[in-house]
């Protein structure tokens, strides 16, 4: 499992608590009332700091002299 031992060092890994919307201080961004909720997780979920791993096992190895695609219509 080599995936594990870069996942702190991805950037996508939240390190931080993300900002409140009244520190984002600029004008255009529009901020949702929503987001002002005080318990915004839906009951069941829990937050997560990290991009969720979809596939445990890595990108499969593929050997491209016999893979083909086909679509038909």
């Known amino acids: 499992m080599s995936f594990l031992n870069n996942l702190i060092k991805?950037?996508?890994?939240?390190?931080?608590e993300p900002r409140?919307?009244?520190?984002?201080g600029d004008p255009e961004v529009i901020i949702s009332p929503d987001?002002?909720?005080?318990?915004?997780?839906?009951?069941?979920?829990?937050?997560?700091k990290k991009w969720p791993v979809l596939d445990a096992h890595g990108t499969p190895?593929?050997?491209?002299?016999?893979?083909?695609?086909?679509?038909?219509?």
């Open 35 to 48: 987001t002002r909720r005080e318990n915004r997780m839906p009951p069941g979920q829990s937050r997560t």
């Open 10 to 16: 991805d950037p996508k890994y939240q390190t931080t």
């Open 61 to 73: 190895e593929i050997d491209l002299a016999t893979w083909s695609f086909r679509l038909t219509v």
């Open 20 to 24: 409140k919307p009244d520190d984002i």
